[in-house]
């Protein structure tokens, strides 16, 4: 008897040790954003300056979000404003920002926090210097939500030109372009953190000696090296083993 009621307090005990360690994990992973259909326009009105505008279609009520872009030392981000609806939502820099992220934060004050179906824009300017500059992407800091079935979400990003003196290319990510030759496509299953553009006569930033972005160049750098070198002596081993 005192064994059956050994094995069954084991089997208890088991039970709420399993039960325990699954709602650590539950309560660890992160809550996603509730959207999976992003259209996102950069519109580049001249060499110095371009306009950003991001919708998210909602599947679900927002609460207060928390966001994120990469800041740069040859761009400039201005007058971020959102609206939920026809509704504006207020928009807050957070001053405990690292680089080289800066953060800021949506205000869930308004009663009406909409649902499914509406859309959430983001509206705002970009300075830009140098030939190569850099377009940063306010992005969610939490995870896009992923539709059942499908790898990740649907981001649609285009790139136009509304300046037939302006002679510019998408460099990063990786971007269609269209018929008409004034606009580029791209599409993702997440939002990039910038899009890089070359300007082609616009004059020069100096990255290395501007205001440091938190060592993002260097660490980047050391990992595309790891990568060429490790890359060609993978495939030389798989070669040999399958050999």
């Not at 599409?187 to 990255?207: E, N, S």
């Amino acid at each position: 008897m005192s064994g059956r009621l050994g094995g069954g307090r084991s089997v208890v005990t088991c039970f709420l040790a399993a039960l325990l360690v699954f709602s650590r994990a539950a309560s660890a992973q992160p809550i996603a954003f509730p959207a999976h259909e992003v259209y996102i326009v950069v519109t580049l009105h001249d060499a110095r300056v371009a306009d950003v505008v991001e919708q998210y279609m909602l599947t679900a009520s927002l609460d207060e979000t928390r966001w994120a872009f990469l800041a740069s030392p040859c761009t400039e981000v201005e007058r971020i404003a959102a609206t939920l609806g026809d509704r504006p939502v207020a928009v807050a820099i957070d001053n405990r920002t690292r680089a080289p992220w800066t953060q800021l934060r949506l205000a869930s004050s308004m009663p009406d926090r909409g649902g499914a179906g509406e859309a959430l824009m983001l509206r705002y300017d970009v300075r830009l210097s140098g030939s190569d500059a850099t377009v940063p992407i306010v992005l969610p800091s939490a995870v896009l939500q992923r539709p059942e079935g499908a790898r990740g979400a649907s981001v649609r990003i285009d790139v136009r030109v509304d300046n037939d003196a302006i002679d510019a290319r998408v460099l990063l990510p990786r971007f269609e372009r269209a018929h008409s030759g004034r606009m580029w496509q791209g599409r993702f299953l997440a939002v990039p953190a910038f899009v890089r553009i070359r300007l082609t006569g616009a004059a020069g930033c100096d990255r290395w000696s501007s205001e440091s972005a938190g060592g993002l160049e260097w660490r980047t750098v050391v990992f595309v090296g790891t990568m060429a070198m490790w890359v060609p002596v993978y495939l030389w081993w798989f070669g040999r083993e399958r050999g």
